[in-house]
């Protein structure tokens, strides 16, 4: 079982800066950020591999930058050029791959961010 503790969420004014981290309590593979607005549906902020690849949905895209420290088990979501449509409770995300490549899924318990306008 691996535990996730997401930290760095808060009240920003638009077009201000936030960084989130969050620590995995073992090894993991890929890893990523979602988030959750009210009344709408979780989706995808951005995910990385072990390797460094990464994924960005197109709102995050230019904003956003995700990076990983794998010595420390931790994911960073560097947040820039905050809008208030970037308000939401943000999730910490981590797989492990097992054998046949089945994967097991994890969740943080999320953290608020809020942007004011």
């Known amino acids: 079982q691996v535990q996730l503790v997401e930290s760095g969420g808060g009240l920003v004014q638009a077009g201000g800066s936030l960084r989130l981290s969050c620590v995995a309590s073992?090894?993991?593979?890929?890893m990523g950020w979602y988030r959750q607005a009210p009344e709408k549906q979780r989706e995808l902020v951005a995910t990385i591999t072990r390797g460094g690849s990464t994924n960005y949905a197109d709102s995050a895209k230019g904003r956003f930058t995700i990076s990983r420290d794998n010595t420390k088990n931790t994911v960073f979501l560097q947040m820039s050029s905050l809008k208030p449509d970037d308000t939401a409770v943000y999730y910490c995300?981590?797989?492990?791959?097992?054998?046949?490549?089945?994967?097991?899924?994890?969740w943080g318990q999320g953290t608020q961010v809020t942007v004011s306008s």
């Open positions: 995300n981590a797989e492990r791959i097992g054998a046949l490549s089945l994967r097991r899924v994890y």
């Open positions: 073992g090894r993991v593979d890929d």
